[in-house]
Every structure is written in structure tokens, then in C-alpha cells.
């Protein structure tokens, strides 16, 4: 993406309150430390930033975000992407996907997984004030409820006591890691044995309504299908995978009045069964969470490369990754390992 240097806004400080969700805050992204704003944020300086950057612009940069925990710095990071990006919607891309064009340079597509009230009550004021469409992409079963996502209530249930037979003691991140790779059915058990045990209920976590949705999609968010219950659908069988996704395609069809063709997969990795079912069902164009820039008219509609970020990052660093520089090194780092 070629950002101009001197344009760089320093990172803002995070005028967020406390909430239920940072109450239940998965403990693999929160250990109890304040974020690490600018980590990485070094990269901008190296001589391989302007040449990233100059690559980035002849690619689609698509933002996976999930809450807005910091208004002030995610109004930031939109008001670098209004002016030295080319923001498109959903429609724009299942249009270049349709037509067979590629979208315009320094296109950038901003999405929410999992879609918190955050994405209605902070992020959509700041996207519509500026002009800016986005997609979110929600979990079926949580809408009109409050419920917490699942991986929330299971740290919280740890912390305070929560035992599985599967699962191992020790802090929630260990036991979070555990519960994404047990086969479904297991997961299930799992999460209702450390309700059982553990010795306080979590918080309730207030969630989108269905008027939330309609209210999303009239200012340019368009909503998307995220599964019925966040599964990881790689520990699925062919059943609940089917279920999973055509369930929440049925509901949101409801709410909206019209079919969602949008997906994001859970946890980000793709699935050939999904694929299979999301071609049955009509769906155009499909997400994963892979850290990755993607061509201008992307060459797998149904897997479409996203890059990690966070309303907290700064802009420096919301540069590198924008950039490309960024998610490279990290895959050279594990590449490494």
C-alpha cells in the first residue's frame, strides 16, 4: 500500500471502557497485560517497507478485525485508510469476482468475525461518518440472545474452577488450545462440564439483535454468514459442517430477507465440505484468516486471503501490515522455528 511517510499519525491512546467482553477476553489475545500498540511498528523503517509497499497497491488488502476495543485509534486507522486507500464493499468485490475485473488499486476491504455489539454501537458511527462500507460476519445462534461466545465463557469458567476430563489444568490458554483441536462433540461435553463445575456463571455479553443486522446492512456493513456456533469445521463431521453453515444461511435469510453470499470461516482455516456446501447454497465469495495480501480479482473466490488486525494497533504498524511487510517476516519466523 504506498502510505506516505510523513502522513503516519502517531498511535492514540484507547479511550475504551471496561465491558463484559474484556471481562471474558480470551486469554490467548489478553494475558492480563495492556496491548502492545506499536509491536512491530519498527519494520516501517526498513528498507524493505517501500518496496512492500509498492507491491501492496497491486493487491487486495482485506482487514479482519472483531470488536472495537479502542474507538480513538480505530477512527485512526480509517481515517489513514480513507485517505490513502480505496476502501470497496462486498458488493465491489463479488462484482470484480462476476465480471472478471480487477478491483482498483489500494483497494481495501474492512470485516468483523464474530461481530460483537461493538461493531454496531463504535464501528459503525466511525464507517458511516466517513463513508466507508465494511462486512461482518456473525455467528447465527448468538443473535437476540446474550450469550457469550463460547471461547470467553470456557476461559472464564477456568479461571474460576471449571474442570473437563479432557481438558488440562493449568492457565486458559492451554486449555483454550485444547478445546479448539477436540473433535466437535467433545468440545460440546467439554464446555458443558466446566459449566458444571466451575463455581461462578459467567457474565451474560449482550448481543446483536436482528434489528441490529438491518440496521448494519441499510449503512453499508453487509452481513455475512460466520456458522451457527463457531465450530472449528475441521473437527467437524460432514453432518455438522452441512449444519453448521446451512442453519445460519436459513436464519440469516430471515432476518435479512434475502440470502446471505458471504462467508467467513471459523478460526479462519478452510474446509472442502464447506466449500462444497457454500457452492450448493449460492455463496460468492469465501474468507479465510491466513495473514496474507490477495490479487486485485482473486484467483479463489471461496478462499479469499485476510490479514490480522486490531483496533488497538497504531498506525505505524497498521502500516506494516497493510503493507504486506509485516505478515511476511512473521511467516518467516515460523518457517524458521
Do not use: K
Not at 479461571?159 to 493449568?170: D, I, K, V, Y
Not at 479469499?304 to 505505524?316: A, F, H, M, Y
Amino acid at each position: 500500500m504506498p502510505y506516505s511517510e510523513s502522513t503516519t499519525v502517531g498511535a492514540s491512546t484507547s479511550v475504551g471502557t471496561p465491558s463484559t467482553t474484556s471481562v471474558l477476553r480470551d486469554p490467548v489475545h489478553a494475558r492480563g497485560r495492556g496491548p502492545v500498540r506499536d509491536r512491530g511498528s519498527w519494520l516501517r523503517l526498513t528498507p524493505a517497507q517501500p518496496l512492500f509497499r509498492a507491491r501492496a497497491a497491486q493487491r487486495l488488502a482485506v482487514l479482519a478485525y472483531h470488536g472495537v476495543t479502542d474507538p480513538r485509534s480505530f477512527g485512526a486507522q480509517l481515517d489513514r485508510l480513507r485517505r490513502l486507500a480505496n476502501p470497496v464493499s462486498l458488493t465491489e468485490v463479488e462484482r470484480a469476482v462476476t465480471e472478471g475485473r480487477p478491483l482498483p488499486p489500494r483497494s481495501v476491504l474492512i470485516t468483523f468475525d464474530d461481530a460483537d455489539r461493538s461493531v454496531f454501537t463504535h464501528a459503525l458511527p466511525m464507517l458511516a461518518a466517513r463513508g466507508i462500507p465494511a462486512a461482518a460476519f456473525v455467528i447465527a445462534e448468538l443473535i437476540g440472545t446474550d450469550r457469550p461466545f463460547w471461547w470467553h465463557e470456557a476461559a472464564y469458567l477456568a479461571r474460576h474452577g471449571g474442570r473437563a476430563r479432557l481438558l488440562p489444568g493449568g492457565p486458559p490458554g492451554r486449555l483454550l488450545a485444547r478445546l479448539r483441536e477436540l473433535p466437535d462433540p467433545d468440545r460440546r461435553r467439554c464446555l458443558q462440564e466446566l459449566r458444571v463445575s466451575a463455581d461462578r456463571r459467567p457474565p451474560r455479553q449482550e448481543q446483536l439483535r436482528p434489528d441490529d443486522l438491518r440496521a448494519l446492512r441499510a449503512a453499508d456493513v453487509a452481513i455475512g454468514n460466520h456458522t451457527l456456533g463457531h465450530p472449528s469445521l475441521g473437527r467437524c463431521d460432514d453432518s455438522t459442517v452441512h449444519t453448521e453453515i446451512t442453519a445460519a444461511h436459513m436464519a440469516l435469510t430471515q432476518w435479512l430477507g434475502e440470502a446471505p453470499t458471504a462467508f467467513a470461516y471459523p478460526d479462519g482455516g478452510y474446509d472442502p465440505r464447506a466449500d462444497a456446501v457454500l457452492r450448493r447454497l449460492g455463496y460468492r465469495l469465501g474468507f479465510l484468516s491466513d495473514h496474507r495480501l490477495g490479487p486485485r480479482l482473486p484467483a479463489h473466490p471461496l478462499r479469499i486471503s485476510r490479514l490480522q488486525v486490531d483496533s488497538t494497533t497504531g498506525t505505524r504498524r497498521f502500516d506494516t501490515i497493510l503493507s504486506g511487510l509485516e505478515p511476511a517476516v512473521q511467516r518467516l519466523r515460523g518457517a524458521a522455528v
